[in-house]
Every structure is written in structure tokens, then in C-alpha cells.
């Protein structure tokens, strides 16, 4: 079965630094999608950015851009010049290729200090 | 504008009774599906639905029930059978037969039994 772990529960920044939010995930497939996705306060979740597993160049959406290891099988967020409006639950998932279901991750929540 | 809208925003039940939260969306996704959100939780997958008329058990379903008589309907009822419903519970849809299943949330719903 696959799994998603984020392993921070909680983090703080202050504004305009960078942050990395850690996701491992656990598969025996070989094609397959990541996401991360953004719930802030007014717990409505968008997508941040997706990583399709067969491309080897990281996904990148303005400020965020991800570090895609799939040998490590590991898929870090990265928000650059963060901003208050970033402060949120960010949710790392999982997808095999044409599934019908999402793995979600518990999610860390990101505060971004002023 | 299309979208996923839940209602209502807030819930109140009490213990014994069943309650029914409303999901439709306007975006012509044939696949929708139900999460509980309870915090350090993440996600949790209480059912979802491919077609009309069809749907499956997640993770967690005992103590809910749904139907899907319409493309644009995906009504989730909490009977008195679940032990602890009070949680945020969000609706989502995607297109289905797409690579990645990417899904679209609704605003969510939160219940809380008194």
C-alpha cells in the first residue's frame, strides 16, 4: 500500500525567507503523481503545484518549486521570498498513474512570521 | 463560475440524530468523493464515486452513507452509527479517466454534535 509521511507537523519563517517542507512517500509503482496542495485559514484547498514521477525535471509554480528524488522517493516544497498570505496547512499526496484515489499526507502547517 | 459548492458551512447535530451534507458541482467532473478532516489527521477518505448511480466505501465509511443520483449531487448522510462525527468533512470531484486525478475541493462543511 502506498503511504505519504510529511514529518513536520509545524513550522515558522519570517516573511520574504525561504522554506522547505519535507514529504517521503512509499510505492512499488513506477508511474505516478504528486501533489502538493495549500489549505490556509480559510481551510479551501488549492493546488500548489503536481510532479509527474516520469519527469525528471522539477516542477516549478512562481515561488514554489519542488526537489523531486524518486530513487529516494522523496518530494520537498520549496516557497521562496515566503509571504503572510503563505501561512497554511500545506498537504503533500500521492497518485498512481489513472488511479481513482488520493494519498494524503497529515499535512504541516506553515507559519509565516512577520 | 464553476466550482464545487458545499452546504451549510456550519452544522449542528445532536447525538442519535442522522445528517445529511449537501455536495454539488457545476463542473462536469463525473468522479466526486468525501474526506474527513480531523486536525494531525490529514485526509481521510470516507466515500466516493465514479459514475452516477455507483459509488465506493473509503477508509473510513462506516457510520456514513451516500448517494449519487446525479452527475452533479454527492449528498453525504452521518447516521447515528458514527461514534464521533463531530469534524470538517470536504467534498471533492475530478474528471475522471485523466492521468492524474487531479481534484478540486469544495469549502467544506464543519459538524459538530452537541
Known amino acids: 500500500a502506498q503511504t505519504v509521511t510529511q514529518s513536520q507537523p509545524e513550522m515558522s519563517v519570517q516573511e520574504a525567507e525561504t522554506v522547505t517542507l519535507s514529504c517521503t512517500y512509499d510505492t512499488s509503482e513506477s508511474n505516478y503523481y504528486l501533489f502538493w496542495y495549500k489549505q490556509p485559514p480559510s481551510r479551501q484547498m488549492i493546488l500548489v503545484i503536481r510532479q509527474e514521477a516520469y519527469k525528471q525535471q522539477n516542477a516549478t509554480e512562481n515561488r514554489f518549486s519542488v526537489n523531486f528524488q524518486k530513487a529516494a522517493k522523496s518530494f520537498s516544497l520549496k516557497i521562496s521570498d515566503s509571504q503572510l498570505g503563505d501561512t497554511a496547512m500545506y498537504f503533500c499526496?500521492?497518485?498512481?498513474?489513472?488511479?481513482?484515489?488520493?494519498?494524503f499526507g497529515k499535512g504541516t502547517r506553515l507559519h509565516i512570521l512577520p | 463560475d464553476g466550482g464545487i459548492t458545499q452546504s451549510p458551512k456550519y452544522l449542528f447535530r445532536k447525538e442519535g440524530q442522522n445528517v445529511t451534507l449537501s455536495c454539488e458541482q457545476n463542473?462536469?467532473?463525473?468522479?466526486m468523493y468525501w474526506y474527513r478532516q480531523d486536525p494531525g489527521q490529514g485526509l481521510r477518505l470516507i466515500y466516493y464515486s465514479q459514475i452516477v448511480n455507483d459509488f465506493q466505501k473509503g477508509d473510513i465509511a462506516e457510520g456514513y452513507s451516500v448517494s449519487r443520483e446525479k452527475k452533479e449531487s454527492f449528498p453525504l448522510t452521518v447516521t447515528s452509527a458514527q461514534k464521533n462525527p463531530t469534524a470538517f468533512y470536504l467534498c471533492a470531484s475530478s474528471k475522471a479517466g485523466l492521468h492524474d486525478n487531479e481534484q478540486f475541493f469544495g469549502p467544506g462543511t464543519r459538524l459538530t454534535v452537541l
Open positions: 463542473l462536469n467532473h463525473d468522479a
Open positions: 499526496a500521492f497518485t498512481r498513474y489513472r488511479d481513482d484515489k488520493i494519498i
